[in-house]
Nanobody, 125 residues
Framework: QVQLVESGGGLVQAGGSLRLSCVASGRTLRMHDIGWFRQPPGKERTFAAALRWNTGASSYADSVKGRFTISRDVAKNTIYLQMDNLKPEDTAIYYC??????????????????WGQGTQVTVSS
């Protein structure tokens, strides 16, 4: 079983930055696609960012493109989400996710087998 543990959330003012971390244990994240999803208060979980293992290609939701960057450190078995120029509408619980690499769209939750517990990000105006 793979466990994903997230950290780095908190309260920031609009325009600020945060970096979320997600440490995996149980097995290596090599050969895995990874992603970040978020769930605003009272809303459904939606795609934010993803990174393919096979191609190294990243994908971003239009709402975060140009502001968020997804990355991984294979040696540390850790994935990151760098969030810059945060906006109040970015307020949400953020979840990291991983799944064995496949051709399933990384924009969908079914691409991922393993999920973190979530970390709260709150952006004040």
């Amino acid at each position: 079983q793979v466990q994903l543990v997230e950290s780095g959330g908190g309260l920031v003012q609009a325009g600020g930055s945060l970096r979320l971390s997600c440490v995996a244990s149980g097995r290596t994240l090599r050969m895995h696609d990874i992603g970040w999803f978020r769930q605003p208060p009272g809303k459904e979980r939606t795609f934010a960012a993803a990174l393919r293992w096979n191609t190294g290609a990243s994908s971003y939701a239009d709402s975060v493109k140009g502001r968020f960057t997804i990355s991984r450190d294979v040696a540390k078995n850790t994935i990151y989400l760098q969030m810059d120029n945060l906006k109040p509408e970015d307020t949400a619980i953020y979840y990291c996710a991983a799944g064995p690499m496949s051709t399933i769209s990384t924009l969908t939750t079914r691409a991922y087998s393993y999920w973190g517990q979530g970390t709260q990000v709150t952006v004040s105006s």
